[in-house]
């Protein structure tokens, strides 16, 4: 019943933009706190940005005034908006939603930053 669904991928130039959405269904959007990781091939899985319940949002250095998460609590979605878009942020980009002992992970996405 819980379900976390991304779109908005595909590929894009270099110094592009994407925007990315993750829909929540099955659970209390609002409780939870919302991330966004990435994974290349062959490298760990990143944390990129987090949107906490509070309103507190962080991100990773290797995007920060480049990326902005935002919620929408009326609408249960979670965007990653991505600009001047570099090849090194090629990936797939994951949704997640945790509360304390709770952890749900949406499909992912695949973002490719090409010439």
């Known amino acids: 019943q819980v379900q976390l669904v991304e779109s908005g991928g595909g590929l894009v130039q270099p110094g592009g933009s994407l925007r990315l959405s993750c829909a929540e269904s099955?659970?209390?959007?609002?409780?939870?706190?919302m991330g966004w990781y990435r994974q290349a091939p062959g490298k760990e899985r990143e944390l990129v940005a987090t949107?906490?319940?509070?309103?507190?949002?962080n991100y990773a250095d290797s995007v920060k005034d480049r990326f902005t998460i935002s919620r929408d609590n009326a609408k249960n979605t979670v965007y990653l908006q991505m600009d001047s878009l570099k090849p090194e942020d090629t990936a797939v980009y994951y949704c997640?939603?945790?509360?304390?002992?709770?952890?749900?992970w949406g499909q992912g996405t695949q973002v490719t930053v090409s010439s």
């Open positions: 997640k939603a945790w509360l304390s002992w709770r952890n749900y």
């Open positions: 099955g659970f209390t959007f609002s409780s939870y706190n």
């Open positions: 949107a906490y319940t509070g309103g507190t949002t």
